[in-house]
């Protein structure tokens, strides 16, 4: 019997739209179907993403995109593709959507983003959470902002919602879901049957 390959799921949108949250529920919906599961997130826990974490304010443009690619790999190496290599599903809170999104609003150009990320794994499975940007905004606002990007992005969803297209024609496996008025237990659940339908069968 051959070991059963590991899925790589990232959950990405804009800042407040719940990410995390349904980060946390859908990992505890795999495990209870019975997958071992790791959920991470970047900018990652390690030196160079605590530094990109906390250094928004200080670094931007070019330096910033850099930063974050960086920590990405280093990401990847660490923590994500042993976790692959033993067989554990991985759900990952941001991952290359963001940068396409915030290193865009940075001011560094699409093309140099997607070659600065050229050799990051593609996920079995990117799910897009958009949302009303004054209900992402205020969520964002009532659970404190440590970055510069965490306030003031007008559009950030629709900006999401640009980069599906870009994301499938790099060969991302990609699907957008408005959350709604829907509670966050109901997105969870729904992103839950979106990837035992696509991943888990």
Not at 108 to 118: E, K, S, T
């Amino acid at each position: 019997m051959t070991a059963r390959p590991g899925r790589f799921i990232v959950i990405d949108g804009p800042s407040g739209v719940g990410k995390s949250t349904i980060t946390t529920l859908l990992a505890r919906s795999l495990s209870g179907a019975g997958h071992d599961v790791l959920t991470t997130s970047e900018p990652s826990h390690g030196p160079i993403g605590e530094l990109a974490r906390g250094g928004t304010h200080d670094y931007r443009g070019l330096t910033l995109a850099c930063l974050v690619a960086a920590d990405r790999y280093h990401h990847l190496a660490e923590q994500v593709r042993p976790a692959l290599a033993q067989g554990r599903v991985v759900v990952c809170d941001r991952y290359v959507p963001s940068s396409l999104v915030l290193q865009h609003l940075d001011g560094v150009p699409d093309p140099y983003i997607w070659q600065l990320n050229a050799c990051a794994d593609k996920p079995d499975l990117t799910i897009l959470l958009v949302g009303e940007d004054e209900i992402c905004q205020r969520r964002a606002e009532q659970r404190g902002t440590y970055s510069r990007f965490h306030v003031g992005l007008d559009g950030e969803g629709a900006a999401y919602r640009r980069i599906a297209g870009s994301l499938r024609e790099q060969g991302y496996r990609t699907q957008v879901h408005d959350i709604g008025s829907a509670s966050e237990e109901q997105v969870a659940d729904a992103v839950f049957a979106a990837v035992t339908r696509e991943l888990m069968c």
